[in-house]
């Protein structure tokens, strides 16, 4: 048998056989805007930082009832909501993010907090424009 022909009872038997074929379909990128503005969720706009800058990506997890201590951000941030509920508190100003849901802080914000509510530890992903050497928050 010559090779040619067993080339096509190969290629016969993968098509009969149901294995996937190359995709004939065009694939692309999608890319989907999230949140974009120049406030932060306090309305005070934020400013870009002197000295080296630091771009930093962080995963937090928040356990179920926790309440983080009343603090401010020499940073701005985004942060979107992975998983999970968060009661967000900034004076008499109350916001409530699930998931899916993003915000911007401000470095120019007031002090405020942030408390998991229900029954399941939050997860958020939190980018932070800085510079080296900088904290995340200062706990007033």
């Known amino acids: 048998m010559k090779l040619k022909n067993i080339i096509s ?5 993968v098509e009969t ?5 190359p995709s004939t379909a065009e694939e692309k990128i999608e890319v989907i805007p999230i949140i974009q503005r120049s406030k932060g969720l306090s309305g ?15 995963k937090v997890t928040i356990p179920a009832g926790l309440k983080n201590p009343i603090h401010t951000h020499p940073s701005s941030m985004l942060i979107h909501v992975s998983r999970g ?18 915000f911007i ?4 914000g007031s002090s405020h907090y942030v408390q998991k509510v229900a029954s399941k530890p939050a997860i ?17």
């Open 85 to 102: 509920r968060l009661k967000h508190v900034r004076g008499e100003e109350i916001n409530f993010f699930k998931a899916g849901d993003a």
């Open 9 to 13: 009872i190969c290629l016969l038997l």
């Open 44 to 58: 005070k706009n934020f400013n870009y930082l002197k000295g080296k800058p630091e771009l930093r990506l962080l």
């Open 17 to 21: 056989l149901g294995l996937p074929q």
């Open 124 to 140: 958020l992903h939190v980018g932070v424009i800085s510079v080296v050497g900088m904290p995340k928050a200062i706990n007033k």
């Open 105 to 108: 802080e401000s470095n120019n």
